[in-house]
């Protein structure tokens, strides 16, 4: 007898009739929903909260940028290119915080400040997003200079390099270092900014 006479058939409908996959009842897609939910709340405010300290990174690429074109610009005009912190209704260099934009200029007369006969060097830069702050401790404090070497230095010929922290409240922020060749890396905060 061949196997498959083994096995008699089930007639269609019968009560031995198997079934094809039934529908979810509402009791298991309330619960699937409630566990969706959940699993959500818990991790939206992480996400934010990435996506928050990957605008600080942003506005750290944004600066470190900057000041590599500042220093190209030296290089490439064979003078000397400064950078400097500006804001709103304020000069450049009389502002000590760099989270409100900054301008570049040949500096021909070397006193760091932007004179009528210093041409412009197309870099400014608007405000950093709300709530970052980006300030820079006291050799860049105001404002960066680089000479035709591509080499950080002030008017009077000292080493200008320092660091730059671009931080928010509560989160992780990060650091441009200026080295003294005039090149930056970034560099992630060891704990939340104050």
């Not at 300290?53 to 940028?65: D, G, K, N, S, V």
Request: aromatic share 6%.
């Amino acid at each position: 007898m061949p196997w498959h006479h083994a096995f008699p058939r089930r007639a269609a409908g019968g009560a031995g009739a198997v079934r094809g996959p039934r529908g979810a009842t509402l009791v298991e897609l309330v619960a699937a929903l409630a566990i969706v939910a959940m699993l959500a709340a818990l991790a939206l405010p992480a996400f934010g909260r990435f996506l928050a300290e990957q605008r600080l990174l942003a506005e750290a690429r944004r600066l470190a940028e900057a000041i590599a074109v500042a220093r190209s610009e030296a290089i490439k005009r064979n003078g000397v290119v400064v950078l400097c912190a500006t804001a709103p209704g304020a000069d450049c260099g009389d502002v000590r915080h760099w989270h409100g934009g900054w301008v570049a200029f040949e500096d021909r007369d070397g006193n760091a400040v932007p004179d009528a006969d210093d041409p412009p060097v197309p870099l400014a830069e608007p405000p950093a997003s709300p709530g970052v702050t980006i300030v820079g401790n006291g050799p860049v404090e105001r404002y960066l200079r680089f000479t035709y070497m591509g080499a950080a230095r002030t008017p009077t010929g000292a080493l200008q390099m320092g660091t730059f922290t671009v931080c928010r409240q509560g989160l992780v922020g990060y650091r441009v270092v200026l080295a003294h060749s005039g090149r930056t890396r970034i560099e992630r905060l060891a704990g939340a900014c104050p």
